[in-house]
């Protein structure tokens, strides 16, 4: 019998709607392969504990002829930045062990209506600051190519579920590349949408101008699945733009038919040089390129000046977003709470805080608090403002010119764990490509490209497109993905290893 | 101070050499940022819009309690709010 954790999920709705398996046997295969996969991956901070009676139910609404939606019966697994009322949520902190939401996040309620079954909760960067899951409270999550390094961060755990085939589907969150980064050093694919195309409602704030929900997935098309499910207008967010949106799978469908490549301008940032990218990374980049020319794509070189002063400015605003944001972990109304005999509020509250948060999160709500407190406000943050302005007029004058840009997705393959953990600038540069999107809010995404020659690990390329035009990333995407596959013979991830022992 | 957190010392010490690193990085922004480029500080421009002042979903004094470190009486209870010096 086929394995069925191997299948996309695409080609699980597909056997599902036709009742040739059904949402138990499905869900049961990848409770089995999380069983024997965890305790090497580490992928998980909560495994569901009624994803079969979930399951269940979706079959015998299938049986009595309801009609259910594309993806109904599909497994999925959740980042622990997205809160719901079944599960705990942590955001991968301490501070918030146990909590339980009274509520679920937009993008998990909808999930839930089309009937997606939930596996758990996905391992993360305590609140998703990081670029490796090392920030984690509860331990790090391993790349399934190589248990010895990093699946990327801050969603890390969802990328490493899809990768090791313990979900077909997950949700993610990219602030500055927790999404696209996880898919480009795990061989999956992941999108961060336009800012404001998928609710963050119940999702737990990092920086709320720049954090995105999106889907994280093995193909392109899968992504499109998800995004169809989770996006569009929600009006407990009011950053949620209102406009409609064209179906994401259908998109990815009319990619991989082809001839989208045709034509299509592909901007080439000449200020990302190659130097500082590793030489496998490059390569792979430049090979793909050279596949999409050969199917009618012409490259051009654009300037985007400011992009340099990406990093400088995100590191600016995200803190002090970031602070303000968990000023909430008060101590009080949900939370940690250490004892201070005889201490105020005011006492408890700090040293709770001192407990409850790790190393990373404090740097950052330092920084975030200096950077907004008079005397710096102007030098730091309001720069850090204009530079965005500036890098929005990059993405305009480029898009001037070009249909989309494309950048490796980050400038090195995944390094070893422990490798930057104590030296956070370094980390910091892992999202140089990454970040520009955030700061101007157009939508990314990244599909493997193959694996560096120097280590055999896996590459990402990732496209830009102008905001509101996501449409075009899964269609670019897709057929992409059809060239190389095929080209491959087969998925990249048939070549990584099968982890779980006897299989 | 601002970011109500009560660090060891050993923390203070690792922590400022790493935060020096980081701001002397950091400052870089301030070379492109003249007087004349204006502040973006959302990256989608939004309009302010209203809507009718309609109760919508709520949550139950259960429900908000039922993550509280410790609850009395349907409120949070807290240590002294002021200490003896204040």
């Known amino acids: 019998m086929t394995d069925l954790t191997r299948l996309s999920a695409a080609d699980l709705a597909d056997k599902l709607a036709s009742r040739e398996v059904s949402s138990v046997e499905v869900t049961q295969a990848h409770l089995d392969r999380i069983a024997a996969v965890e305790a090497d991956v580490h992928a998980y901070l909560h495994v569901s504990d009624h994803a079969l009676g979930v399951a269940a139910d979706i079959d015998r609404r299938r049986a009595a002829g309801e009609d259910l939606g594309p993806v109904a019966g599909v497994p999925l697994a959740i980042k622990d930045v997205l809160v719901t009322t079944d599960m705990p949520s942590t ?3 301490k501070i918030l062990e146990g909590y339980m939401s009274p509520y679920d996040a937009t993008v998990v309620a909808r999930s839930r209506a089309a009937g997606l079954v939930p596996l758990g ?11 490796s899951t090392e920030h984690s409270a509860y331990g790090p999550t391993r790349n399934p190519w190589d248990l010895d390094r ?62 995105q929900v999106g889907p994280v997935t093995r193909t392109v098309l899968d992504a499109g699945l998800l995004h169809d499910v989770i996006g569009g207008h929600d009006h407990n967010d009011s950053t949620s733009l209102t406009q409609d949106w064209p179906s994401f799978a259908e998109a990815a469908r009319e990619g991989a038919r082809g001839d989208v490549l045709k034509g299509l301008k592909v901007g080439v940032i000449t200020e990302l040089p ?7 990374v490059s390569a792979s980049f430049r090979a793909a390129l050279a596949k999409m020319e050969a199917q009618g794509a012409e490259i051009v070189e654009i300037s985007a000046p400011h992009f340099e002063y990406g990093v400088a400015a995100y590191y600016l605003i995200l803190p002090a977003e970031a602070s303000s944001n968990l000023a909430k972990f008060d101590s009080v109304r949900f939370g940690l709470r250490v004892d201070v005999p005889g201490g105020t509020v005011e006492d408890v509250m700090a040293a709770s805080r001192d407990a409850g948060f790790g190393d990373e999160v404090k740097r950052r709500i330092i920084l975030g608090t200096y950077a907004l407190s008079a005397g710096y406000y102007d030098a730091y943050y309001g720069s850090a403002q204009k530079v965005r302005t500036l890098i929005q007029r990059d993405f305009d004058a480029a898009f001037g010119q070009v249909d989309v840009i494309a950048t490796p997705t980050a400038p090195t393959t995944a390094f070893k764990l422990g ?33 560096a020659e120097e280590d055999g690990l896996p590459v990402g ?11 075009r990333l899964y269609r670019v995407g897709a057929a992409l993905e059809a060239l190389l596959v095929d080209g491959w013979g087969g998925p990249l991830l048939d070549r990584a290893p099968i982890l779980g022992g006897a299989r | 101070m601002l970011a109500r957190i009560q660090l060891s010392d050993d923390e203070v010490e690792r922590l400022t050499g790493q935060l020096d690193a980081i701001v002397d990085n950091i400052a870089k922004v301030s070379e492109v940022a003249t007087p004349e480029v204006p502040a ?7 309009e302010n819009v209203y809507r009718p002042d309609e109760v919508g979903f709520t949550l139950t004094t259960a429900q908000v309690l039922q993550n509280a470190p410790d609850a009395t009486d349907d409120r949070f209870r807290v240590t002294a709010i002021l200490g003896e010096e204040q």
């Open chain 1, 121 to 131: 909760k996905t391992n993360m960067d305590e609140f998703a600051m990081g670029s």
């Open chain 1, 461 to 471: 390329i990732q496209f830009l497109a102008p905001a509101r035009e996501d449409a």
């Open chain 1, 150 to 211: 990093i699946p990327g961060g801050s969603g890390g755990g969802s990328a490493a579920a899809v990768a090791a085939f313990e979900a077909p589907l997950a949700l993610g969150s990219d602030t500055g590349g927790s999404i696209r980064q996880p898919a480009h050093v795990t061989g999956t694919v992941g999108i961060k949408p336009t800012y404001g195309g998928v609710s963050r409602y119940g999702a737990i704030a990092l920086a709320s101008s720049l954090d």
């Open chain 1, 419 to 451: 490798e930057r953990i104590d030296d956070p600038l370094q980390m910091y540069l892992n999202d140089v490509t990454t970040i520009p999107a955030n700061l101007a809010g157009v939508p990314g995404i990244s599909v493997p490209t193959g694996l």
């Open chain 1, 274 to 280: 190659d130097s500082g990218f590793q030489a496998g």
């Open chain 1, 91 to 93: 955001s991968g902190s």
């Open chain 2, 40 to 46: 973006t500080s959302h990256p989608i421009p939004l």
